[in-house]
């Protein structure tokens, strides 16, 4: 039987045995409410070398009356994915999507006394269900139970899926927390006791417990209003999304996990759509309570269910939610990106810097195929390495980065100092990974390897993709390596010396092996 798990110990993705690495898209969505629809995209993904699509399964359309469940669309995804060879993340859009809850079937939208939304400090009602009503939890606990028990029965043998989300980007807005009757009572009950020792521990870099308070009250807690109000939205998010991943996961066992909107720093000056976008600073300007690492303490420990917390990045400085999540997570999945160039553009350093198991860029469905430019030559270059990258990875082999132009990057790896530099363009970015022989290959686009000036370059080849295997082309020596000074990795012919025309290399990908000058003549002097 097919089989995905995360590994306890490396957190890596593990599919039919072996580890498996997300070459992922998702969909807008819409698009998974349409079986014609979908009917053209499964080719476009196959094209681009995408081996994993992500697709929404909505509370609405599976459970249109209560009790009542069509799963028509879900097996229409499964077979168009099965028929392209692709595997498939599903999103559960259940209480929760982008913070709101408009994914919500219409007999819960039309019964807000059985299920209450959320109010805000005027005691207005908030687009969002309320974690701290049973009703609420239990309807989505048992749709998601269904779906879950109908993947069993449709997939259980072909595992085409191979992880399922549960809700999208939790949190509330327009408030740092609820103020209904049902949180007040919440908010003046003990913290629960696991939480007040990890508090105590450490466990929050901005809300911390009392000492001489031996059950505190959330309003005990140690920390800013804001901060306490988001860890308590957390906790309680994090134990009504573990009981619908726990119904789930009786009938299948997939590995779940869940997605966040992030916060970000934003200048006073930016435009107030783009801060809303961006995310903000402040809980409730983001989804408060949404799985952030700085409320990781929270759903560690309510929602044992959960694999790992994953980031959805859309702006601001890609390489600190990448890093944060890294640190508080034993998996790093990106499961939304921007999609274009400059989304793509930090694939490798997901990947080959903090160890993604893979990232899917957002809405491919609606690019023009020029637009996929990007995409199709990164995703092509995964495809072939995928065997090298899985080896190197835990082995602490790879280095994935992104440079700037006039910026640079340094690396270093298997006992020699890269200097990375943008070589054409705006922007360099790839992975350098470190063969088990001690050479090297450098994938990507726009770059450039430098080494110290007793360092040379001893042999280098372009490596061209054929049917997702890399055969060896062209011998690089000369012009193309700078007379062994460089390698460089770049689509186009560029010049060297402002005149003379130097070849690119068009699959981005050159294996090559370093020596060190002065050992050379070292070892010709003793011969001597």
């Known amino acids: 039987m097919k089989h995905s798990r995360v590994d306890a110990t490396t957190g890596r993705l593990i599919v039919d045995g072996e580890p498996y690495l997300i070459r992922g898209v998702e969909l807008h969505n819409s698009t998974s409410s349409s079986a014609d629809y979908l009917a053209p995209v499964w080719p476009r993904c196959t094209a681009a070398s995408v081996n ?55 007999w819960v939208k039309l019964d807000p006394d059985r299920f209450p939304l959320q ?49 999208n ?41 009392p000492a001489d308070v031996a059950d505190p009250s959330w309003g005990d807690l140690v920390g800013d209003d804001d901060r306490k109000a988001e860890l308590f939205m ?35 000056e930016a435009d107030p759509a ?45 390489e600190v939610p990448f890093k944060a999540y890294a640190e508080t997570n034993p998996t790093l999945f990106v499961p939304e990106m921007r999609a274009d160039a400059h989304g793509v553009s930090h694939t490798f350093l997901a990947i080959g810097g903090y160890g993604a198991i893979g990232v899917s860029p957002f809405g491919f469905d609606s690019l023009r195929e020029e637009d996929t ?20 990875q835990p082995a602490g082999r790879v280095r994935g980065f992104r440079v700037a132009e006039d910026d640079e990057v340094t690396l270093s790896l298997g006992g020699h100092d890269f200097s990375v530099q943008v070589d054409t363009g705006s922007v360099g970015y790839g992975l350098l990974l470190q063969l088990d022989d001690g050479a090297f290959i450098a994938a990507g686009t726009g770059f450039s390897l430098r080494f110290p000036q007793s360092v040379a370059v001893l042999s280098a080849e372009e490596l061209v993709i054929d049917d997702a295997r890399l055969v060896p082309q062209r011998r ?20 060297m010396h402002g005149f003379m025309l130097t070849t690119g290399t068009l699959s981005g990908v050159v294996r090559f092996s370093l020596y060190r000058r002065e050992v050379e003549r070292a070892r010709r002097r003793g011969a001597a």
């Not at 609820?178 to 007040?184: L, N, R």
């Not at 801060?275 to 952030?292: D, E, K, N, T």
């Not at 690492?293 to 959960?306: D, F």
């Not at 430019?373 to 990258?389: F, K, M």
Request: proline share 6%.
């Open 169 to 209: 980007e939790v949190g509330l807005l327009g408030a740092a927390r609820s103020h209904g009757g049902d949180a007040w009572a919440a908010w003046d009950a003990p913290v629960p006791s696991a939480l007040v020792a990890a508090l105590r521990d450490g466990g929050s870099p901005h809300v911390g417990a």
């Open 476 to 495: 690089l020596n000369g012009d193309e390596t700078m007379a062994g000074t460089r390698i460089r990795v770049v689509g186009t012919p560029s010049l």
């Open 52 to 106: 994993t699509v992500l697709a929404a399964v909505s509370w609405e359309l599976v459970e249109p009356e209560e009790g009542t469940f069509d799963f028509g669309l879900v097996d229409a995804m499964l077979a168009g994915a099965r028929e392209h060879g692709l595997r498939l993340v599903l999103l559960w859009f259940g209480s929760w999507k982008n913070g709101s809850s408009s994914y919500t079937p219409s």
């Open 119 to 167: 109010l805000d400090a005027a005691g207005e009602p908030l687009d969002n269900l309320s974690p701290f009503n049973d009703d609420n939890r239990d309807a989505d606990a048992a749709a998601f139970a269904a779906f879950m028990a109908h993947l069993a029965a449709v997939d259980g043998a072909e595992r085409t899926v191979v992880m399922v989300q549960v809700e």
């Open 234 to 268: 957390a906790w309680h998010y994090a134990a009504y999304v573990e009981h619908v991943a726990a119904a789930g996961s009786v009938h299948h066992d997939v590995p779940l996990f869940v997605n966040a909107w992030l916060d970000a720093i934003v200048p006073e």
């Open 274 to 318: 783009g801060i809303a976008l961006a995310g903000g600073s402040a809980p409730g300007v983001f989804p408060s309570g949404g799985p952030l690492p700085h409320v990781a303490v929270a759903w560690r420990l309510a929602a044992p269910s959960i694999a790992f917390l994953a980031p959805d990045v859309y702006f601001g400085d890609f």
């Open 373 to 392: 430019l990007d995409l199709r030559r990164t995703y092509t270059q995964l495809a072939a390495l995928e065997a090298e990258i899985l080896a190197a």
